[in-house]
């Protein structure tokens, strides 16, 4: 598909923000109001309560199309099927049956890219806010500055997911010149500054926030333990990039934690509240009409390779009666969630102790002892006997995969994981004829005159 670059449409007022249990329910529009927070009085003199709100926003903003954006990488990274009695695109365009292709200008591709150029936007007038007004202390300062650089990463690595080798804009701070496409070596070369950027910012922050950020932060909501945070994501990026050295000193100074709770992280949280989200991915389990199935393969190769008793294996749970549509058939609902108000993690501690095995594998021979350390506690953690197979780094490689496909089953990384390793012909295909796509296309209004 031929892709025309233009100017990106990206709304240029900050989101409305939302109620937690813990927040309390706050506006940011356009308008100069004294009695709530403005968009104007934001950018010129704003209090501290103004910057306390747009945290809160962005925080907020993170989960905007959350639902969409794993469905998306999970479908087609064949995780899951996604059967919709009233959006057949699951199973169409996101596997490519017979002659559909990607949509630059339907939902799975726009609203995702929209949502986290929003919540950019966002930490873009936070930073630009502490630029025009004076605080108590530098500390406070740099507090938010690290706060919204370490986000803003976040979120465009998010958008660079799915476009892949199309690219993403970084430099969005100005809606009325905005930065080029880059390509994605440079954007993950951005990213990664914006994230040292954000972790030296953290560094000077002082020993507290001079904001709250949600429960799912707890252990995580002060400079130190954001600056762990940082250095999670920052970990992520750098086995993107193929800089395993780069990875374990990153995961040195981060959260992980070998002998740890897999769960330790930082999450996503949602509430029944007015105003506040509900879990996007949740649906009871036997559903019809809106149905996440596990692929079949999931359960399959598990039983073939002698790994019943994996309890990972309870991510997903035997229907009552199959799901069909489109020729596909799954037995078994994705239940990793138990309500609608179930967190949504982020990044956890088992993603890094497995980010550790990779950059041991990756770092050569001297590293394999490390890595069958962290391979070891991720299958006796979860029922299996420890890895008995060879000692090279192709096997080790492909076993690390094995782990993180069933550790990470649902979180974002299965269809990223077979992609840089080259590995996508390898994914399952049910139906003769689909295909497994390598990255999704540019929104249209980025094509758009």
């Given at each position: 598909?031929?892709?025309?670059?233009?100017?990106?449409?990206?709304?240029?007022?900050?989101?409305?923000?939302?109620?937690?249990?813990?927040?309390?329910?706050?506006?940011?529009?356009?308008?100069?109001?004294?009695?709530?927070?403005?968009?104007?009085?934001?950018?010129?003199?704003?209090?501290?309560?103004?910057?306390?709100?747009?945290?809160?926003?962005?925080?907020?903003?993170?989960?905007?199309?959350?639902?969409?954006?794993?469905?998306?990488?999970?479908?087609?990274?064949?995780?899951?099927?996604?059967?919709?009695?009233?959006?057949?695109?699951?199973?169409?365009?996101?596997?490519?049956?017979?002659?559909?292709?990607?949509?630059?200008?339907?939902?799975?591709?726009?609203?995702?890219?929209?949502?986290?150029?929003?919540?950019?936007?966002?930490?873009?007038?936070?930073?630009?806010?502490?630029?025009?007004?004076?605080?108590?202390?530098?500390?406070?300062?740099?507090?938010?500055?690290?706060?919204?650089?370490?986000?803003?990463?976040?979120?465009?690595?998010?958008v660079l997911n799915l476009s892949n080798d199309n690219g993403i804009r970084v430099d969005v701070a100005?809606?009325?010149?905005?930065?080029?496409?880059?390509?994605?070596?440079?954007?993950?070369?951005?990213?990664?500054?914006?994230?040292?950027?954000?972790?030296?910012?953290?560094?000077?922050?002082?020993?507290?926030?001079?904001?709250?950020?949600?429960?799912?932060?707890?252990?995580?909501?002060?400079?130190?333990?954001?600056?762990?945070?940082?250095?999670?994501?920052?970990?992520?990026?750098?086995?993107?990039?193929?800089?395993?050295?780069?990875?374990?000193?990153?995961?040195?100074?981060?959260?992980?934690?070998?002998?740890?709770?897999?769960?330790?992280?930082?999450?996503?949280?949602?509430?029944?509240?007015?105003?506040?989200?509900?879990?996007?991915?949740?649906?009871?389990?036997?559903?019809?009409?809106?149905?996440?199935?596990?692929?079949?393969?999931?359960?399959?190769?598990?039983?073939?390779?002698?790994?019943?008793?994996?309890?990972?294996?309870?991510?997903?749970?035997?229907?009552?009666?199959?799901?069909?549509?489109?020729?596909?058939?799954?037995?078994?609902?994705?239940?990793?969630?138990?309500?609608?108000?179930?967190?949504?993690?982020?990044?956890?501690?088992?993603?890094?102790?497995?980010?550790?095995?990779?950059?041991?594998?990756?770092?050569?021979?001297?590293?394999?002892t490390d890595a069958l350390i962290a391979i070891n506690r991720i299958r006796q953690g979860h029922g299996?006997?420890?890895?008995?197979?060879?000692?090279?780094?192709?096997a080790l490689i492909n076993e690390m995969l094995i782990q993180r496909r069933y550790s990470l089953f649902?979180?974002?990384?299965?269809?990223?994981?077979?992609?840089?390793?080259?590995?996508?012909?390898?994914?399952?295909?049910?139906?003769?004829?689909?295909?497994?796509?390598?990255?999704?296309?540019?929104?249209?209004?980025?094509?758009?005159?």
């Open positions: 598909m031929k892709l025309v670059i233009h100017n990106i449409k990206i709304v240029s007022a900050a989101l409305c923000v939302f109620l937690t249990l813990q927040f309390s329910s706050c506006k940011i529009d356009d308008s100069i109001n004294p009695n709530n927070p403005s968009l104007e009085g934001a950018l010129s003199n704003a209090t501290l309560d103004d910057l306390n709100n747009l945290v809160v926003g962005t925080e907020s903003s993170m989960r905007n199309n959350l639902g969409t954006y794993l469905d998306d990488v999970g479908v087609v990274g064949r995780e899951i099927y996604r059967f919709s009695g009233s959006e057949p695109r699951f199973t169409s365009d996101l596997l490519g049956a017979g002659n559909a292709v990607l949509d630059n200008n339907t939902f799975y591709t726009t609203n995702p890219w929209a949502s986290r150029y929003r919540t950019i936007k966002n930490t873009n007038i936070l930073i630009s806010a502490i630029e025009n007004t004076s605080l108590p202390t530098e500390a406070q300062k740099q507090a938010y500055l690290g706060f919204a650089n370490t986000i803003k990463a976040y979120q465009l690595l998010l100005d809606p009325s010149n905005l930065g080029p496409f880059v390509p994605k070596a440079e954007a993950l070369t951005q990213i990664a500054a914006l994230l040292e950027s954000g972790f030296g910012q953290l560094n000077a922050a002082g020993a507290t926030f001079p904001f709250q950020l949600s429960a799912g932060f707890a252990g995580f909501d002060n400079p130190d333990g954001f600056k762990r945070f940082n250095r999670g994501i920052a970990a992520r990026v750098a086995v993107y990039r193929g800089q395993f050295a780069e990875a374990l000193n990153f995961l040195n100074a981060s959260f992980l934690n070998i002998n740890g709770d897999f769960n330790s992280g930082v999450y996503h949280v949602f509430s029944g509240a007015t105003g506040d989200q509900l879990n996007p991915v949740f649906l009871p389990l036997n559903s019809t009409g809106e149905v996440r199935v596990a692929q079949p393969a999931f359960r399959t190769d598990a039983l073939a390779a002698g790994a019943a008793n994996d309890d990972r294996l309870n991510k997903i749970a035997l229907r009552s009666a199959p799901a069909t549509q489109s020729g596909l058939t799954g037995t078994h609902d994705l239940v990793i969630f138990q309500s609608n108000t179930d967190p949504v993690s982020i990044i956890r501690n088992e993603e890094l102790i497995l980010i550790y095995a990779e950059s041991k594998i990756r770092s050569g021979a001297a590293g394999y299996l006997t420890a890895y008995s197979g060879a000692l090279t780094e192709t649902m979180e974002g990384h299965r269809w990223i994981d077979m992609r840089r390793y080259n590995k996508l012909n390898e994914l399952p295909i049910d139906r003769t004829g689909d295909d497994v796509w390598v990255s999704f296309p540019l929104p249209f209004s980025e094509n758009a005159g």
